[in-house]
């Protein structure tokens, strides 16, 4: 009787938990009957998977996105290319990865976290594979950049919310871990991959990639989905067909709410600017290493420093920003202001120790600009507009990483400097330090 009492309660919303406030009414068995919803995110359980599921996923993507690099000179010689155009297809891949994110956002809502990570797995792990065959470098940019990018795109966003569904109390803690296998990928898979190409050459190499990326559909297959309340489903149920997919992107992307505020706007542009610099040093750190004698072991491993240091870079500056007092948009501008003497510095460096030195620098204090951006939006627009804020901001950085690395690279080509890449690259994030200032000048002005 007292079991099928407990299943009766619980149907009816309810569970049956000991008074601890009455150490009395405990031993004589009373209880209280407490609210729960048995709706709400776990926080915790499954979740913890879901959580290393998701950093897998970053690590995996965003490593391969950012050790471009170390493929670079093979895939030069290879090919017969100069960097302006080969470096376009790392360029092409990193913004495509970014660019599907709206559409791929449409997606997870449709069909959840779970179909979209394993399709993106598939996909991805097709694109690379296929791209080993390539006889030119516009079949390599079509299968490498733009099919396996679309599949690591649709990898990414599954891989940021998925973790949202799961936690509440624990959200922020539970989000910054995955979002941590970005630097940890860097860290990892740029010895890696550099180790890689001295056994098997790029084809082999990129062969290896896309098995790690097809192991992500393990990873996808444990996003399984939580039960929906009756309520909503009944409401999306009411409201008949949804509206096609492009015009669902549109009208998120083009929100009125969003072009018409102007520090928003400004922001818009900075993280144009920041995000155009920023790809520049991973493309070509390693070659400019090389080019003062630095072994190439050692050079492609200037990446993974960059990749750890921005690990707990984000971890910190998460840190910091909790803090009440601490204003998200200052430590962005300040971020970006240091982040950008960096590339300037790297074409100053000779010695081993300098590039070390410089490497931790770069990447410590750009992790802060990426780590506050959910922060930034929220303190601009409100807590509604974050995921439409947030999609649009994505887009834009997509643009930005499609136009910057080719941008130096062709620069490069013309003059024969490469030292041109990184003032380049510093010039774009210190007129971005510049922008993100005039937006934080523009919301105190408000104020």
Not at 43 to 50: C, H, P
Not at 161 to 190: H, N, Q
Not at 290 to 309: H, N, Q, R, W, Y
Request: overall charge negative; glycine content about 10%.
């Amino acid at each position: 009787m007292g079991s099928g009492r407990k299943k009766e309660d619980e149907r009816e919303g309810f569970r049956m938990v000991p008074n601890h406030d009455d150490e009395e009414n405990i031993e004589k068995g009373d209880v209280d009957l407490v609210k729960y919803d048995p709706y709400a995110p776990p926080d915790g359980g499954w979740g913890w998977v879901v959580m290393i599921a998701s950093f897998i996923c970053n690590l995996v993507l965003d490593g391969i996105a950012y050790t471009f690099g170390i493929f670079l000179i093979p895939l030069m010689e290879h090919f017969g290319v100069q960097k302006g155009p080969m470096s376009l297809v790392g360029s092409v891949l990193a913004g495509t990865i970014q660019l599907v994110g709206p559409f791929v956002a449409v997606l997870v809502n449709k069909f959840g976290t779970r179909v979209v990570c394993i399709a993106g797995a598939v996909i991805s792990a097709t694109g690379f594979f296929a791209s080993t065959f390539a006889t030119s470098v516009p079949v390599l940019m079509l299968l490498y950049s733009i099919v396996a990018g679309t599949g690591l795109g649709l990898m990414y966003v599954p891989a940021v919310v998925a973790v949202g569904y799961y936690f509440e109390k624990k959200r922020a803690f539970a989000t910054g871990i995955s979002v941590c296998g970005s630097g940890a990928g860097t860290f990892i898979l740029a010895p890696l991959a550099s180790l890689m190409l001295s056994y098997y050459g790029w084809e082999g190499a990129t062969r290896i990639l896309a098995g790690l990326c097809l192991q992500c559909a393990v990873c996808g297959a444990v996003m399984r989905p939580l039960p929906r309340r009756k309520e909503k489903v009944e409401e999306e149920e009411e409201k008949g067909e949804p509206a096609p997919c492009f015009q669902s992107v549109v009208s998120s992307v083009f929100d009125r709410r969003l072009l018409t505020n102007i520090p928003f706007l400004l922001l818009l542009l900075a993280n144009l600017f920041s995000t155009m610099g920023l790809y520049i040093p991973y493309m070509y750190l390693p070659s400019q290493a090389e080019s003062k004698g630095i072994p190439a072991v050692d050079a492609s491993f200037l990446i993974s420093v960059v990749g750890i240091c921005n690990t707990l870079g984000r971890i910190l500056s998460g840190l910091l920003t909790d803090i009440p007092c601490v204003d998200p948009m200052v430590v962005t501008t300040l971020a970006l202001t240091f982040g950008g003497l960096c590339p300037l510095l790297m074409a100053l460096c000779v010695e081993y120790w300098s590039f070390l030195i410089i490497s931790v620098l770069f990447g410590t204090f750009l992790s802060a600009w990426v780590a506050v951006t959910s922060p930034v939006l929220v303190e601009l627009l409100g807590l509604e507009l974050l995921t439409s804020a947030f999609g649009t901001l994505t887009f834009v950085r997509g643009c930005a990483a499609l136009l910057g690395p080719p941008l130096a690279g062709f620069i490069v080509d013309g003059t024969g400097d490469l030292d041109i890449a990184f003032y380049i690259s510093s010039g774009l994030l210190v007129v971005s330090a510049v922008v993100s200032l005039a937006s934080y000048l523009t919301i105190k002005r408000s104020q």
